[in-house]
């Protein structure tokens, strides 16, 4: 592949990627906003409960294969058809499982409520199993304006499901069936663009070829869901759930800024550079950039969110959310590095390095439950911190392969990463001064949304930031191809 044509494929993959998770998630993030304040923490708290079984089941569905597929340069039609049939049975048994569980479950927690809640919810682990190969080969072509359409008309249809199934009264059953609508109609939507169906019959030679590259990533994976979501556990078991709820939407601001970029050029990244795997320079070459113009796009999003947290949950929310607004500011600073991470992660991928994702994560895992294992002996706001030093430790281990695969280690990337650090500290003091200068929540929500971006912009400017300016020159290309055409 061309450098030229390497770069159209990534900036048109990277635009609609994002167009397709920012207006998806932007719809979901108001939606779910109003539904919060129409049914309170507690709700919000028993979903959280069921979200360890949820994430551990799904990458368990996938099972590593999806990314195998990705990472493969000749792929066949059996080939997909033997992903396809191995997520759905999977699924079905995986959906067996929790509804037998579902009473064991909801003793766990002692929430009666959860038995029913579980054999309903988990559903739509069988509904997501039948598009994770119209997904995946989407992904392999770069096609996210297909995946956009798809998701901002399931998000919108089942986003307006919940809000009124809210409104009515419905409590919890609101996001229940909100969440059951979005998976069905995925798969609705997803048949209609994709047409794809398996053609072909289940493929030994296929499975053992898959699995030798996906086995890996299904252990490593299973283990980063199970730390991921042990701390649901952890604060649904011994606080309750109204703690839960809080810890939960203060974590879900951070991922919506953090998760979601990130998530982007990990989706694109992966199957545009897999094709130049054996060409170190231009894949460290490539591999900075998207870290560098990640940074530039999360850390003042993270920092300055952490700024105005408190206008912005009083304003949004109202004020029987605002407990989770320290917890927001602490977690921040974990999902701050949460893009560092992941892209170092992604470029080991890319070099088909599986075997150093496990070794990874069974070391860095390890440190983080033991950390969880310490701070649970405290109250939230410590539990929030130990997830501050796990992060910090995940990037510092996470570069140790970086530097052996192409010699991008850890003092090399925070040093490159620095001035960017600096300047989203700065948005941060800005939005702490506007937020206890202005009383009025909406009115210092409003006032920082002004400030923030613009001191960053200047700073960018003032600074010289070489990846702002490559960033706006990829935009200024974009338009102005869109403008010929």
Not at 41 to 64: E, H, K, T
Not at 288 to 303: D, E, G, N, T
Not at 408 to 416: N, R, V
């Amino acid at each position: 592949m061309g450098e030229e044509s390497l770069k159209n494929k990534t900036v048109n993959g990277v635009i609609w990627s994002f167009i397709e998770r920012f207006s998806v998630q932007g719809v979901v993030f108001v939606l779910d906003l109003i539904i919060a304040r129409l049914i309170g923490p507690d709700n919000y708290g028993l979903i959280a409960m069921l979200a360890i079984f949820m994430s551990v089941s799904q990458v368990f569905i996938d099972g590593g294969f999806s990314s195998a597929l990705i990472q493969r340069k000749q792929r066949t039609a059996a080939d997909f058809s033997t992903v396809f049939y191995i997520n759905f049975g999977i699924s079905l048994l995986t959906y067996a499982a929790l509804f037998f569980a579902a009473p064991a479950i909801a003793s766990f927690f002692g929430q009666p409520i959860l038995a029913p809640i579980t054999r309903v919810y988990s559903f739509n682990l069988v509904l997501n199993s039948l598009v994770a190969v119209n997904r995946t080969k989407l992904t392999i072509d770069v096609d996210f304006k297909t995946q956009s359409k798809i998701s901002f008309y399931s998000a919108v249809l089942s986003g307006v499901v919940g809000v009124g199934l809210a409104w009515y009264g419905y409590g919890v059953w609101a996001l229940v069936y909100q969440a059951l609508a979005l998976a069905l109609l995925n798969v609705l939507f997803s048949f209609y663009y994709v047409r794809w169906l398996p053609r072909e019959g289940f493929s030994r030679d296929s499975f053992k070829n898959l699995f030798a590259f996906g086995s890996k990533l299904l252990v490593a994976n299973i283990i980063s869901a199970l730390y991921a979501k042990a701390y649901d556990v952890v604060i649904g078991k011994k606080f309750d759930k109204g703690s839960l709820g809080l810890y939960s939407r203060a974590d879900k601001f951070n991922q919506f800024a953090s998760s979601n970029i990130s998530g982007v050029l990990q989706r694109v990244s992966f199957p545009v550079l897999s094709q130049i795997q054996d060409d170190d320079a231009r894949l460290l070459s490539a591999y900075k950039k998207y870290m560098q113009i990640s940074a530039l796009v999360v850390f003042p999003l993270i920092l300055g969110m952490c700024g105005i947290a408190r206008p912005m949950i009083e304003a949004l929310l109202g004020q029987q959310w605002m407990g989770c607004v320290t917890m927001l500011q602490i977690l921040a600073f974990a999902y701050l590095w949460d893009c560092v991470v992941m892209v170092n992660l992604n470029l080991i991928y890319v070099k088909g390095h599986s075997d150093y994702v496990l070794k990874l994560e069974i070391i860095k895992k390890s440190i983080a439950f033991a950390i969880l294992a310490v701070t649970l002996f405290f109250d939230l706001t410590v539990i929030c911190c130990g997830r501050v030093v796990y992060s910090l430790i995940a990037f510092y281990l996470n570069t140790y392969y970086t530097k052996k695969l192409l010699n991008y280690g850890f003092l090399t990337q925070l040093k490159e990463l620095a001035p960017i650090l600096f300047m989203s500290l700065v948005v941060t003091a800005i939005g702490l001064l506007v937020s206890w200068m202005v009383s009025n929540a909406i009115a210092a929500l409003v006032l920082s949304l002004l400030v923030c971006p613009l001191a960053y912009v200047i700073m960018c400017r003032l600074f010289k930031v070489q990846a702002f300016d490559e960033l706006l020159d990829i935009l200024k290309n974009k338009l102005n191809g869109i403008r010929k055409h």
